[in-house]
Every structure is written in C-alpha cells, then in structure tokens.
C-alpha cells in the first residue's frame, strides 16, 4: 500500500504554484495461484483536491507507451500514448496480470521443450478528460524476453492495436 501527498507551495523558490495533490495505491507482485501460475495487479486513485495553480508538468501523468520494444513495468500502460490523459483532476487506475507458468504449452510435447510462460493482461484508466480507456494483452515469455499483442479502446471505440516485444530483468 502506498499513500502519497504531494504539495505546490505558492511563492517557495519564486514559484507561483499552487496545488494539493493525494494517492494511494494497492500494488502486489506474484500472487501464487499453484498449478495456474501467478497474478500481479495495481490498483490506484488519485485527486488534485487543490489546483489553483498548476502548469502541465504538474499534472498526473501516466506512462504510456507508444513504441515496439519496451522494459516490462505493471505500472505501465502498454498501449497508451504518452500525455493523451494526463489530468489535473480526478482519476482510477487498475493494471492486472497473470502468468500461467507454462500451464498450457506444457501440456504440448515439443513447445514444452522451449520452457515458454503464457500470460494475460490489461489496463483501465478513467478521468474527466476520458473516461474509459482499456486495453488487454496476452503473449509469451521466455527469461527475459516477452512477445504480446493487445488492443486499446476508448470506451467502446478501438484506438489501436499491435505488437509490444518487451525485454528486462
């Protein structure tokens, strides 16, 4: 669980800021679920309760992104362009993932060789500027190599889907 404040003091440094800003979040990593692998999830909200004054990179910015190759990150939408919700206001965020640990593809002789995990995700993202994005993913991943294909919507309208290869540690 993380609980954040954060504050734009009005005349500190010359600064002509002035903003309260509040978050929590609920984060968990690897939730083992046996035979069926593991899920990961991240739940957060957050409100400018005071924004008097701000300037854009103020605002609450979610990482998006937007290329190809990319480190894996829960807290990263995989589909999203950079800055497209970033908001001065209100919002709700949930990332969840899970890893089938090779459940499926082991089941099949040869592929079982390769040692490859399966897995599923997705996003949602709401605030006053947009309302519902979503997206969903699933791939492969082998080590530190990860193959997926996934689409975005903004509400019920496709935005966009594609290919991310995601490489990391």
Do not use: C
Request: aromatic share 22%; glycine share 10%; hydrophobic share 35%.
């Amino acid at each position: 669980v993380t609980l954040l404040y954060k504050k734009g003091f009005n005349g500190l440094l010359n600064s002509d800021v002035d903003y309260d800003f509040i978050k929590a979040e609920v984060y968990q990593d690897r939730i083992s679920l046996g035979l069926w692998g593991y899920t990961s999830f991240l739940v957060g909200a957050g409100k400018f309760v005071n924004n008097k004054q701000m300037y854009y990179p103020d605002f609450k910015h979610f990482s998006g992104n937007i290329s190809t190759f990319f480190p894996p990150n829960l807290r990263k939408f995989q589909y999203l362009d950079f800055y497209q919700f970033s908001t001065n206001k209100q919002y709700f965020e949930a990332h969840l993932e899970h890893n089938f640990a090779g459940f499926f593809i082991n089941k099949v002789p040869l592929l079982r060789k390769a040692k490859l995990e399966e897995f599923i995700g997705g996003g949602y993202l709401s605030s006053p500027e947009k309302r519902n994005y979503k997206e969903f993913y699933f791939g492969l991943q082998r080590l530190v190599l990860r193959a997926s294909y996934g689409f975005a919507y903004d509400g019920g309208r496709k935005l966009t889907q594609g290919f991310r290869i995601a490489y990391g540690f």
